[in-house]
């Protein structure tokens, strides 16, 4: 009698498992179950189908050939038994048997194993507010709420939307509203910031202007007490503890919990954020069941701290593994650095690793820079700035994360998975100031902007640069009056110092060695040039005449037309 | 008195030195000879700067405040003196004195200096052949050429051109001809392939399709035994073994030699291939002097053995650390592994590390694999194919290798960049089937290229995958009546069906399991699909059967349409 390797949950991770394992394996019994008739789709392409990128929502469970990935599609195409409609109720770890309960029929049954795979994935959390289960209150987990959101759009039956949450899965519904459907769209986070596990906050203010200038409204450090509304008109009105936002559709998109209950009722161990837990085999604590996917937790590879990271690129990988060792292989998942990158209408981001935040809660003495550069060579004509933080360990100087924006997506995923697979290597910062990546005009600059990124944090370490965080610099601009020192052309710093006579000295770089008695000495002054480095490289004379109360505004000019409107 | 550094050479790592070491030391007395007036410009902007990209010739030696990088620049910026018209004629390591010889006034001088940096380029070869120094006979080294030709171009005097040798620069220099002049280009190449030292046989096919269908006349395997014309009117033609070509204008673009000749007098000691050799902190056989950019040899860090590689980017970095251990410091260079990319037309290439002919050449026992993808995931309006090779070593399953193609050429950079940095620290064909790269819908598959050319160098390590290069199937399909099983659905495969008859059996995935029987056991098959996995799966249904004569098409039809003309 063949192995009967038993499968609960067909969306990402599970289908995955099956079709390796029937290509390594051509007499496994497999079977998978699946509470829901869809299965196999790309839940990350829902924005995409709601925004209008896909046109049917069949195009998120086809395969690149237009199969769709049924249960039919499995057992002719890939060898496998699908059973829809089919919970798992409890695990039998003893008699290796898992209590089913056929929802349709309402009835229960045995099912055994050999082998389990638990991919239960994840439900998004539904905040306890009033009014959080209204009609017309969506999350953003399959697709019966992706067809029912376009639909109410479609009928024109959603004048105004609002948000609530601004990671991944926020922004780009946010995006989906505004871009095609031209719904006013209110997106509301708690945190001072949008993507506040992501990014770092000058970064995220990228971000948040690019959001506003698109017509999001966005609003931070608000908490939603209370979605009013009823259950036959739907939802009126979100309220925040400081406003009432109009709306007649909610997405809720306020993080996922992993759906671990089955697993810990079976009495295997759950990780510290309540995923089921696996060893580098992606087995639990039972050898013979194994998880994967947006339900298991497996460590960070920068702080060693067990995470979850709900996304379908892990849930591919690690499917792969588990297939892997359900037929007696040895391959691993020892974790992941958090690599990630999202489309924010016009521009990409990507990051991977820690924020600072991050790196400082894991016990690390985190040092970063922000640098500005052209995407392509600057000659190009269709260069434009991309921008790139670069986290590192002050006493061992390894990098801990990096964090990039930019118009052109694919470059910024470029700088961002340069660095993300060597993070788990320790590499240091002169690792990276030497970093070889490909090099030609069309696509970048001959010094890379991840060479210059590791140059500025290494000129960091060792003291030369003194840096100020470009939205710390607009605030002392602000309120405190801070002085600007603008090394650009007299040109450019004309209307600026127009405007704040005073407090904008312009001296330009070619200049700077003969001048540098004009700077005043005794307060802090703040060095600006279009990016940073010529800035930089005047701070250093300065530093060379004993003035060393500067800071560079990183990012210089162009990082403050990406966080703020134009100083003049 | 302050030390004395002198460079010889100011185009791209002499400034790059010069710059850096100011920054460090405020004191040091840095001196810059060149033999031109024209010094410090971003010669790789040469070929967009005769295609129109760059409107201006100033744009290449501009900086991005559009400042000119002249003498009188890095003297009142950068505090450097910048010597042009002044050739370095020999050094005098005893007395630490370099001869230099004012070519305006035709008058010598020594100068003394400390430290003493090699920066003297490369030369671009002219082959030995009759007619090579006629005028309108160009090659691509400085911006007195780029101007020249650009000039006669749009004066109207270039109605045809050739360009000799398929490398990058022949590459970028016959699409700028053809793109913005509509100048009739043949491209003629000594090997049988483009681009022979950067990619492998099927990937080259790649670009060479896109050339011809950009209207480049390709000639492969033609070695150029003469040019013809005359002093008065220039050239006429160029004659191949095979063929006359007229033309008004010559590229010769057949690769460049290092300019190792002053340091080779002066005793230091050369590499290989004919570069000056240095250590990993980029000194010299003497210790007071440095080298590197174009000029100077390093190892290839997958071969171990000492190459030359004139890029810009490289020269950059490699200023830096020059820069930072003439100050005293210990930063290292190690080498390179060869990461390049080049725009040809809509397309994007790049590679890194070792083709699998030149890691068979380094001992190697190479295997590769080349997958076709979508470069976003495969439901996302404007997705199109990427292709990707992987190369890795049998026993130590080391990768060796990559190479990739696509429209966007920055998402082929982002696959390429993936893997390069990590070349240099061996990592295996499973951690390229594990690499964490960021992942969302409008960038990426959830499977993403990467990570599935690791799984298909796994599958062809561990002996599950048997597959044959697409364009030597090609071959065995016209000569040798190969049969194809193509197994994707049968309105696709029907037009080919009709066409080949008996050579094309079609057997639809999903009835394949059903139909084994009606596969051939007598004579080898080559299994195709859209893009290689579904014809993969097949073949290993096949194989569970005993039938192992399959080969599958890498890339599937996808591939043949990106190196061949359509087969129905």
Same mark, same amino acid.
């Given at each position: 009698?063949?192995?009967?390797?038993?499968?609960?949950?067909?969306?990402?991770?599970?289908?995955?498992?099956?079709?390796?394992?029937?290509?390594?394996?051509?007499?496994?019994?497999?079977?998978?179950?699946?509470?829901?008739?869809?299965?196999?789709?790309?839940?990350?392409?829902?924005?995409?189908?709601?925004?209008?990128?896909?046109?049917?929502?069949?195009?998120?469970?086809?395969?690149?050939?237009?199969?769709?990935?049924?249960?039919?599609?499995?057992?002719?195409?890939?060898?496998?038994?699908?059973?829809?409609?089919?919970?798992?109720?409890?695990?039998?770890?003893?008699?290796?048997?898992?209590?089913?309960?056929?929802?349709?029929?309402?009835?229960?049954?045995?099912?055994?194993?050999?082998?389990?795979?638990?991919?239960?994935?994840?439900?998004?959390?539904?905040?306890?507010?009033?009014?959080?289960?209204?009609?017309?209150?969506?999350?953003?987990?399959?697709?019966?709420?992706?067809?029912?959101?376009?639909?109410?759009?479609?009928?024109?039956?959603?004048?105004?939307?609002?948000?609530?949450?601004?990671?991944?899965?926020?922004?780009?519904?946010?995006?989906?509203?505004?871009?095609?459907?031209?719904?006013?769209?209110?997106?509301?986070?708690?945190?001072?910031?949008?993507?506040?596990?992501?990014?770092?906050?000058?970064?995220?203010?990228?971000?948040?202007?690019?959001?506003?200038?698109?017509?999001?409204?966005?609003?931070?450090?608000?908490?939603?007490?209370?979605?009013?509304?009823?259950?036959?008109?739907?939802?009126?009105?979100?309220?925040?503890?400081?406003?009432?936002?109009?709306?007649?559709?909610?997405?809720?998109?306020?993080?996922?919990?992993?759906?671990?209950?089955?697993?810990?009722?079976?009495?295997?161990?759950?990780?510290?954020?309540?995923?089921?837990?696996?060893?580098?085999?992606?087995?639990?604590?039972?050898?013979?069941?194994?998880?994967?996917?947006?339900?298991?937790?497996?460590?960070?590879?920068?702080?060693?701290?067990?995470?979850?990271?709900?996304?379908?690129?892990?849930?591919?990988?690690?499917?792969?593994?588990?297939?892997?060792?359900?037929?007696?292989? %040895?391959?691993? /998942? @020892?974790? *992941?650095?958090?690599? $990630?990158?999202?489309? =924010?209408? #016009?521009?990409?981001?990507? !990051?991977?690793?820690?924020?600072?935040?991050?790196?400082?809660?894991?016990?690390?003495?985190?040092?970063?820079?922000?640098?500005?550069?052209?995407?392509? %060579?600057?000659? /190009? @004509?269709? *260069?434009?700035?991309? $921008?790139?933080?670069? =986290?590192? #360990?002050?006493?061992?100087? !390894?990098?801990?994360?990096?964090?990039?924006?930019?118009?052109?997506?694919?470059?910024?995923?470029?700088?961002?998975?340069?660095?993300?697979?060597?993070?788990?290597?320790?590499?240091?910062?002169?690792?990276?100031?030497?970093?070889?990546?490909?090099?030609?005009?069309?696509?970048?600059?001959?010094?890379?902007?991840?060479?210059?990124?590791?140059?500025?944090?290494?000129?960091?370490?060792?003291?030369?640069?003194?840096?100020?965080?470009?939205?710390?610099?607009?605030?002392?601009?602000?309120?405190?009056?801070?002085?600007?020192?603008?090394?650009?052309?007299?040109?450019?710093?004309?209307?600026?110092?127009?405007?704040?006579?005073?407090?904008?000295?312009?001296?330009?770089?070619?200049?700077?060695?003969?001048?540098?008695?004009?700077?005043?000495?005794?307060?802090?002054?703040?060095?600006?040039?279009?990016?940073?480095?010529?800035?930089?490289?005047?701070?250093?004379?300065?530093?060379?005449?004993?003035?060393?109360?500067?800071?560079?505004?990183?990012?210089?000019?162009?990082?403050?037309?990406?966080?703020?409107?134009?100083?003049?």
């Amino acid at each position: 009698m063949s192995k009967k390797v038993l499968i609960i949950g067909a969306v990402a991770l599970g289908p995955k498992v099956a079709c390796r394992l029937r290509r390594i394996d051509p007499d496994v019994e497999i079977t998978m179950i699946d509470r829901d008739e869809l299965i196999s789709y790309g839940g990350c392409g829902i924005p995409y189908y709601v925004g209008g990128d896909v046109a049917d929502i069949e195009g998120l469970r086809s395969t690149i050939a237009h199969a769709i990935r049924d249960a039919e599609f499995f057992k002719a195409t890939k060898g496998a038994e699908v059973l829809t409609g089919v919970e798992a109720v409890a695990i039998k770890r003893a008699e290796k048997k898992v209590v089913v309960r056929h929802l349709k029929e309402d009835r229960e049954e045995e099912m055994p194993y050999d082998q389990l795979v638990i991919a239960t994935g994840a439900t998004p959390m539904r905040p306890p507010i009033p009014g959080a289960d209204l009609p017309q209150v969506h999350v953003v987990s399959n697709l019966h709420h992706a067809k029912a959101i376009k639909d109410a759009i479609s009928k024109g039956e959603v004048e105004n939307a609002v948000v609530i949450g601004a990671g991944a899965i926020g922004i780009e519904m946010a995006e989906a509203f505004t871009d095609l459907w031209g719904i006013d769209t209110t997106l509301i986070e708690m945190a001072d910031q949008v993507l506040p596990q992501a990014l770092g906050k000058d970064m995220s203010r990228i971000a948040e202007k690019k959001l506003r200038e698109h017509g999001v409204e966005l609003l931070l450090s608000q908490r939603v007490m209370k979605i009013n509304g009823d259950a036959e008109n739907g939802v009126q009105s979100v309220e925040t503890q400081e406003k009432t936002i109009p709306c007649s559709m909610v997405i809720l998109a306020a993080g996922v919990r992993p759906n671990s209950q089955l697993a810990a009722d079976a009495g295997l161990a759950l990780g510290r954020c309540g995923g089921v837990l696996v060893n580098r085999r992606m087995q639990t604590s039972d050898p013979n069941i194994f998880s994967g996917g947006d339900c298991a937790e497996f460590p960070n590879l920068i702080s060693g701290q067990e995470i979850l990271m709900p996304l379908g690129s892990l849930a591919n990988r690690q499917g792969r593994i588990i297939a892997t060792n359900l037929n007696g292989g %040895a391959a691993q /998942f @020892p974790g *992941a650095v958090g690599a $990630f990158c999202i489309k =924010i209408f #016009d521009m990409g981001m990507a !990051k991977a690793g820690l924020t600072t935040a991050q790196a400082a809660a894991a016990g690390f003495d985190p040092v970063d820079v922000v640098v500005a550069q052209s995407d392509r %060579a600057h000659f /190009f @004509p269709d *260069a434009d700035f991309m $921008f790139m933080k670069l =986290i590192a #360990d002050r006493k061992s100087r !390894k990098i801990l994360g990096v964090e990039a924006a930019g118009p052109q997506g694919d470059a910024v995923k470029a700088r961002v998975d340069a660095v993300a697979p060597l993070l788990k290597f320790g590499v240091d910062v002169d690792e990276i100031a030497n970093l070889e990546v490909s090099y030609a005009p069309p696509y970048a600059s001959a010094m890379d902007i991840v060479n210059n990124a590791g140059n500025a944090l290494d000129n960091t370490l060792n003291g030369s640069l003194k840096s100020i965080d470009t939205w710390e610099f607009l605030e002392k601009f602000k309120n405190e009056n801070a002085r600007v020192v603008d090394v650009r052309s007299t040109v450019q710093a004309e209307p600026f110092v127009e405007k704040y006579g005073d407090q904008w000295l312009n001296i330009p770089q070619d200049e700077f060695r003969k001048r540098v008695n004009e700077i005043p000495k005794d307060e802090p002054i703040y060095m600006l040039c279009g990016t940073g480095p010529r800035s930089y490289e005047c701070q250093v004379i300065l530093a060379a005449h004993g003035i060393t109360n500067s800071f560079n505004i990183q990012g210089g000019y162009g990082m403050i037309l990406a966080i703020h409107e134009p100083l003049v």
